[in-house]
């Protein structure tokens, strides 16, 4: 693969002025991958002063420079350049409370997390491989470098760096970095909240997300312990051959790669445990565990601090996965009014991804059939422009105000019930009808 001009300058700038510099990390990786890497970091002897000097032209950044890193603009990108160094003293478990600078770039490689990402290549002197990451490459696995334990105490947020290495390019865990994932997990509790969730993100969104994570719930526990309870959870139904954990990470497997929906299918049943009841047969019936659940996904999102929006929608779909699809075009309308396009196909790919994951019994058919025509009657009433939305109707709240709603909070009221009447199929939205409807609403509201 072709190095970008702009990264053969950057380390032909740092030679000439003496120093010596090469491409390292996830591009090195990606590379001998044959993937395109996602940005090019380059770490040099050359310290941050050094940097700065050479680099005295361009517009730098400079954030990262206490731990030695200095971005520079080139090509239209930004380029990490760090100073080789090693990290001592992991005082909070996260952040390295000193950085100490080295001459070495052995030193500088065998601080890095895992093997596959701890190598460093250059246009002309070649590949710095010292612990054995191409082995790992070809073998298809995430192996820290150095003894693991001590490697996930000096820093947990590695354990799900290594569960997102593996999900994104579809390894797996050596045995030993596993075991250890598995005994340092209770660490987990001190990385703060917005790195945990961009990891545990992140891996979700993986190609092989769902075989991860069927293999890793006792080492998210710490991290979301509201997955305990579904661990081992037998559901009773001859619907499912898996339990709730297994479940749960099997559709996430059957999921597009949209966050919203792969966070949906991996928590979509998190809030069965508790609400088991077994009928006469003996067959197991989860009742209200829908709304418990999405309770439950606004608690682990909240506590995770993902944004708003999504915390919003991930609950939504969670609380809305069961419900009866409505199969008329007035019933997909009010779902569209809910959820407006992208929910409603996120809730349909949530559904499949569920229904997939479940064993293939009659009734699982039934119900991915009926998926299939509420899915078809969706884009149907897309196609052909149906009204759900305020925006959409034909008319705004300056002409109701004219049919002789009060201007203020009747104007919303007559306009949500004139929407409410196109949905429904009692007026069409044109101007004519809806402004007549207007002027009897206005003296009704
Ligand atoms: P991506 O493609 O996701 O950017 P990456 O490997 O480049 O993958 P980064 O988070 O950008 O990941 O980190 C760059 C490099 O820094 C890694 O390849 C690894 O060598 C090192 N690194 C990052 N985080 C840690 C960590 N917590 N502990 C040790 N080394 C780390
Ligand atoms: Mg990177």
Redesign the pocket.
Known sequence: MKWPREVLTLLNELEQAGFEAWA????V??RLLGRT???W?LCTNARPEDLRRIFAGRPLVLTGVKHGTVGVAAGGGVYEITTYRTEKDYRDRRHPSQVHFVDRLEEDLA???FTV??MACHPRRGLRDPFGGRADLRGQQIRCVGDAKTRFSE?A??IL?GLRLAAQLDFSIEDETLAAMTACRSLLTRISAERLYGELTRLLCGPAAGRVLAGCGDILVPVIPELAPCIGLEQHSIHHDRDVYGHMAAAVAFAPADPNVRWAAFLHDVGKPGCLSLDAEGAGHFYGHNERGAQLVQKILTRLHAPKSRIARVSQLVRMHDMALPATPQGVRRWLRRLDETGLMQLAALRRADLTAHACTPWVKQRLAQLDAFVETARAQLAAGACYRLDMLAVNGRDVIEAGAVPGPEVGRVLNALLDSVIDGEVPNERDALLQRAAYLAHLL
């Open positions: 390292v990390g996830g591009c990786r990606d890497p996602a940005d970091d601080r890095r997390d990402n701890a820093d947020l590695r760096r």
